[in-house]
């Protein structure tokens, strides 16, 4: 079983031959859509023109329904518009519109509220009451196999008072799944917890790389800026929320109850597994289905205050980390802010990423997988800054 069966059929953008076709990915091939249905034409064509998702994405819930129904009659037992998947090139699916990260996940603040307020609340008093995030850099969201440049920026400074300058001494990764909103909304209206699949067309594994040691200095009072902005890596497959019904599962339990805006209805979880992988090392197992808010909840917060969605946004779940050590979704968490480095199979020891370092997300959702996402480390020696 590859994961990639009729059950599954994520979307994604193949460069084949100087063309880039929006394709699904089934088991190792992909099928050109266009092609597909211009066998006998069901579609406006122009949604699978290309040269990327968004016309799919900005089609709605009811386009995408019948696109994979399409698909899923279809394609069994036909050959039409195939191409092995060795022969393509997967590039970045969507034009990020804007983009948007949260911090979902209860054991995940704890553990970073532990690691930098060791004698405070790890829980800051807003936590329980709404899913907190901020907005990142949607230009620099890239596909899976970009190279990553070690950031350079400001850190703490030393005992002369000058802030340190250099590459960053403490490259985390952190594990996520991002959401990708298709159909948009209307500046000043709310979107509805009970409307997240009416505008989230999918789901796509998220590496939110960070540098600590640049956050630590910069992100007092208005939070993350440079040590996060560099580069966000996404997988270049989007599982359609449609793949992962069989999946759903209801949230770990919210005390206090949320606000009436922040109500979800059950199950609004997802069983989703993942892996972290640096340099062929599984490091961790952070199960999605641990995430104190759901997505739909983040969905409806980012628009309570009536801020419109725009075919194209993406927001990320946070780090995800279970309540073991082995799940836990940063290298932050899994060497405990580096004081206790853990260890990779060749034998070395990382307590954050070093030049060369790859790092790769994989993950399962019962009998489906994910598309990966790997991303690595290298020097801006080798990169010029011009
Ligand atoms: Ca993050």
Known sequence: MTGYGIDHLPYGVASHQGRALVVV???????DLAALDAEAPS??????AGPDLGPLLAAGAEVWAAVRAWLQETLPGSTVARIPLAEVEMRMPFAVADYVDFYASLNHASNVGKIFRPDAEPLLPNWRHLPVGYHGRAGTVVPSGTPIVRPHGQRRPGPDGRPAFGPSQA???EAELGFVVGAPSVLGAAVAAGAFADHVFGVTLLNDWSARDIQAWEYVPLGPFLG?????????????????EDVRVPLPGQDPAPLDYLRVAEPAGYGIDLEVVVNGTVVSRPPYASMYW???QMLAH???NGASLRTGDLYGSGTISGPERDQRGSLLELSWGGSEPFALDDGTTRSYLQDG??????ATAGSITLGEVE?????RASWPDE
């Open 375 to 379: 991303g690595t480390i290298t020097s």
């Open 302 to 304: 980012m628009t309570v």
């Open 43 to 48: 579609f406006d064509p122009l949604l699978f």
């Open 357 to 362: 370092d790859t790092v790769t997300l994989r």
């Open 294 to 296: 759901s997505p739909a």
């Open 171 to 173: 490259l985390d990764i």
């Open 228 to 244: 996060k902005s560099f580069a966000t890596s996404i997988s270049p497959w989007i599982t359609p929320l449609a793949a992962l």
């Open 25 to 31: 990915r089934l088991e190792d091939d992909v099928v």
